[in-house]
């Protein structure tokens, strides 16, 4: 039987393009985890991890200033990260550049963080227990371009909505009230909160009133039991 030529007609499968992908994460272990859960895709490639904010704005700096095409492609990005908050270091990147998709990483449920990171500008939002096949298909579509959405995530964003026009919930707060917020609700004082977040004791005294308005309570105590009632704990 004669050997089946194919036709030059016939095109060749379009090569996958890389998806070049930073990590911003202050634990090794979780760093090492979430490469073992992307090099299950081969076209995925970490290019640069950091421990901190500021080494995340630094490497994605160098990376995208590099002149290469392509570079970098994706950040996936901890909240809780030493030296700058992982929701600031998200708003920097938003301003510096607009176009690098940035995929949130947490520990804390979507109830918590989600909305408020799609409200800062991220791509998406996921819990670091997610299954890695949920992993790899929000860092393909955020690398797409679109906007990964997970059923929790879109729960919450619909209780946003709902709430909206009374301005309830922890979401009336903005960024830096959230902060001293969530950093009031776990027993902080106002001088170490200033220290945390680089700002004087006054300054955080002012946001804590404000969040007390905000919030409908009149101490630290209400405040504390408020952020239980709203899963913020």
């Known amino acids: 039987m004669p050997d089946v030529v194919p036709s030059p007609c016939e095109a060749a499968p379009a090569p996958t393009a890389t998806i070049r992908v930073l990590l911003g994460d202050d634990h090794r272990i979780v760093r090492e985890g979430l490469k073992q859960v992307l090099a299950d895709a081969p076209e995925v490639q ?18 995208v200033g590099s002149g290469q095409a392509g570079a970098l492609n994706v950040v996936l990005l901890d909240i809780a990260l030493p030296g700058m908050d992982g929701l600031d270091v998200l708003q920097q990147l938003r301003r510096s550049h607009p176009q690098l998709p940035v995929l949130m990483l947490s520990t804390y449920p979507e109830k918590q963080y989600a909305v408020r990171c799609i409200k800062l500008g991220a791509s998406g939002y996921l819990n670091k227990s997610a299954d890695p096949d949920d992993m790899l298909a929000a860092v393909r579509k955020v690398a797409a371009g679109g906007v990964f959405v997970t059923p929790a995530t879109a729960e919450a964003l619909a209780m946003a909505v709902g709430q909206r026009g009374a301005q309830a919930g922890p979401e009336a707060l903005s960024h830096r009230e959230h902060q001293v917020f969530r950093l009031l609700t776990q027993g902080l004082s106002v001088t170490q909160i200033g220290a945390q977040l680089g700002l004087a004791p006054n300054t955080v005294s002012t946001y804590r009133v404000r969040i007390l308005e905000k919030t409908g309570t009149h101490n630290d105590v209400e405040l504390a039991l408020y952020a239980e009632r709203h899963g913020q704990r």
Do not use: S
């Open 46 to 63: 970490v290019v640069a991890e950091a421990a901190t904010g500021p080494e995340v704005l630094d490497r994605v700096a160098d990376l």
